[in-house]
């Protein structure tokens, strides 16, 4: 594929993302804060946004094991993980942390679980689109081409 | 982005953020999460401050007691050892007047209004905007103006 045609599927790529929801503004904004004295910055935040969802996601995954379940615990981490997601944009990972959170006011056990499982589903498919974005991004540098906005 | 009326030496630029002379004032980003720091981090260095972190109010504290000053102090509320809240309430009771402005998830009134109580300037919801950062620096600056 050349370069014209990578720098265009990078475009309807990263547009389907927003027009479907996994990604909101504050990607954008996140964008606007990269140039060329911090290159990498995009995909360090996202980077440690991985890092920070992948421990949460095993926090709540045992909190929700214990016989006795500790709901103001599982809430401090939804809530972390509301925070870092609104925060680099995955729209539809906040969304499913903002229900999670009604679940563990109600102390509703079948809730939390269901949430649990749909969060980890939306941040595995933000994580894998974000991945293959960053990667068609390499493919137009190192084919010589600058990233088109 | 316009940020107003400053009264500085050099003339404003009306399209970049970078123009404005702000290197003059020193920020703290006070947030558990390596992230955050990382973001709020470079939003105010895109403005031109001297930024640095720490990972918890105490921390923040400490620095305070080595003597360090810093103009703004980003301040997170949910963070181990020591919350945001009780390290505002300390920074205040140590006679810190550096503008604090708490950076919170929270979404319940109540609990945003307990943050201020603390000794907040501002509170603003996570994630910071560039607006958010804009609003703060227009206050900074009428701040300095004042003296």
Redesign the interface.
Known sequence: MDLVQLQRQLVEYRTSLYHEGFLDEQYTQLQELQDENNPDFVVEVVSLFFEDSERLLNELTKALEQQSIDFKRVDAHVHQLKGSSSSIGAQRVQKVCIAFRNYCEEQNVEGCLKCLQQVRHEYSLVKTKLESMFQLEQQILSAGGSIPM | MMLGNCATSSSLSTTSDEDIVNNNLTALVVDD????R??HD??LK?FGLKVQVAENGKNAIDLFRCGASFNLILMDK?MPIMDGAEATRELRTMGVTSMIVGVT?LDSIFDRQAFMEAGLDHCFT??L??ENINFLLQELNKNNEEN
Do not use: D, V
């Open positions: 999460s390596p992230m955050i990382k973001l470079m939003h895109k949910e998830s996570k994630p905007t560039t």
